[in-house]
C-alpha cells in the first residue's frame, strides 16, 4: 500500500502472505521472509517448514487447502501464531 505522499508502506497484515489466493503452505514456502529463513529451497527446509506448521497446530492437509476453506478459528490465529512461532 501507499501513503498519501505516495511513499511505499509495509503491509504488516497476514493478507501479505498471499492468503487470499494461496494456501497457508504455498504462502510461507514462497514467502521471501520466511521461506528463506527456512531454506524451503532445500529438502530440509520442507522438513522445517513442516515442523513449524505442526508447531502452530495446522495439520499438512489443513494448511495444503485454500485459505478460504480454513477453519475460521484457524485463521483468526494464525498471526498471533506465525509471531510466536516463526523465525
Excluded at 14 to 37: E, V
Aim: with cysteine.
Amino acid at each position: 500500500s501507499t501513503s498519501a505522499e505516495g511513499h511505499i508502506l509495509r503491509d504488516e497484515s497476514i493478507k501479505s502472505l498471499l492468503l487470499t489466493n494461496w494456501n497457508l503452505w504455498d504462502s510461507l514456502f514462497y514467502s521471501q521472509y520466511i521461506g528463506s529463513k527456512l531454506e524451503c529451497h532445500l529438502s530440509r527446509g520442507e522438513n522445517k517448514l513442516k515442523e513449524l506448521l505442526a508447531k502452530m497446530g495446522y495439520p499438512l492437509s489443513s494448511a495444503k487447502q485454500p485459505y478460504s476453506f480454513m477453519s475460521v478459528n484457524s485463521r483468526r490465529n494464525l498471526k498471533s501464531l506465525l509471531q510466536r512461532h516463526a523465525p
